[in-house]
């Protein structure tokens, strides 16, 4: 995830650094950094951002797969507190 935020940064600051040399004033220059960041990030960053979204969807399904097996475990537990208590 740190990977991805630093390469969206470098061009992000390439950006700023350019349109500075340029001589853009200050609002222009974040303006055209964001918006020109962003673009070239969308095309440039596809490797690893389908990266991060696969690492991103592996953890949420490792969770899940926890949280049910958790819920699995204290079902059995009821089952059998259920089989070993005496009936009245």
Do not use: N, T
Not at 30 to 51: D, E, M, T
Request: hydrophobic residues 50%; negative net charge; proline residues 2%.
């Amino acid at each position: 995830m740190a990977r991805y935020a630093v390469l969206r940064l470098m061009i992000f600051f390439g950006f700023l650094c350019a349109l500075w040399l340029l001589g853009l004033q200050r609002w222009w220059l974040l303006i055209g950094s964001a918006l020109g960041s962003a673009v070239v990030s969308y095309f440039v960053l596809l490797g690893p951002r389908a990266q991060l979204s696969a690492k991103i969807a592996s953890r949420v399904d490792e969770r899940a797969r926890r949280l049910e097996q958790s819920h699995m475990d204290e079902i059995d537990e009821d089952v059998e507190a259920d089989q070993d208590s005496p009936r009245g």
